[in-house]
C-alpha cells in the first residue's frame, strides 16, 4: 500500500484482520503482502489434505487483494494452480503444488460437484467453487464498507467483449445489406 497513511494503513488492518477471522476454521489462509493480502487453500496444514484429496481438488487459486485504503477501495486478481497429490513420508497423500496455470486479472470461477461414499453410509454431495475464498474477502469488505472495483485487465476483458460484439453486429448488417 504505497503512500498510505498511517491512518489509512489501520483501516486496511481492520480489513486483513476480519478476513483472517473468516479463514479461522477454513481450510484458507491469509497472507499479508505489500499490496494487500492473498487468500488460498492452507495446503500446508494437513488437516485439511483428506478432505481436499478425497474431493480430488486438481486446482487451487490464489486471491490476491490489492488494498486501496484512502477510498476504501480493492480489486481482487485470481490466480490458478495445478495441485497433485504425492505420497508423503507419513506414506499418507500430501499435496504438492505443481505449474500455474493461468493469471488473470479479474475472476476465475470454477465449480466442481461431486459425491464421496464412505463405508457402509450413503454417499454426501460436496461443492467446490472457487467463489468460497472470493466470498471470504468480498463479505468482510462488504461489512466494513469497503468496494470491489474491477482491474485493469477485467476492464480490457469487457471492452475487447463490447468490440466483439460490435464487430459481429457490423458483420450482420454488412450480410443483410450486401445480399
Known amino acids: 500500500m504505497r503512500n498510505a497513511t498511517p491512518a489509512q494503513v489501520a483501516v486496511a488492518q481492520v480489513l486483513l484482520a476480519r478476513v483472517q477471522a473468516a479463514t ?43 488494498l486501496h485504503p484512502k477510498r476504501k477501495r480493492l480489486t481482487i486478481t485470481d490466480e490458478a494452480f495445478e495441485l497433485a497429490w504425492a505420497v508423503g513420508p507419513g506414506a499418507g497423500l500430501m ?23 464412505a463405508t457402509g453410509q450413503t454417499g454426501t454431495g ?8 472470493r466470498g471470504l474477502i468480498t463479505t468482510a ?6 468496494s470491489l472495483r474491477l482491474g485493469p485487465a477485467e476492464k480490457v476483458g469487457i471492452a475487447v467483449g463490447f468490440l466483439g460484439l460490435l464487430v459481429a453486429a457490423l458483420t450482420v448488417v454488412l450480410m443483410i445489406t450486401v445480399s
Do not use: C
Open 24 to 66: 479461522a476454521r477454513s481450510p484458507y489462509v491469509v497472507r499479508p503482502t505489500r499490496a494487500g493480502f492473498d487468500v488460498t487453500m492452507d495446503l500446508a496444514n494437513a488437516q485439511w489434505w483428506a478432505a481436499l484429496q478425497r474431493q480430488g481438488l486438481r486446482r487451487t487459486h490464489v486471491h490476491h487483494v490489492a
Open 95 to 117: 499435496p504438492r503444488l505443481g505449474a500455474r496455470v493461468a493469471q488473470h486479472s479479474g475472476r476465475i470461477v470454477n465449480v466442481k460437484f461431486g459425491r464421496t461414499v
Open 126 to 133: 460436496y461443492t467446490f467453487s472457487t467463489e468460497e475464498g
Open 141 to 146: 469488505a462488504k461489512d466494513l464498507q469497503w
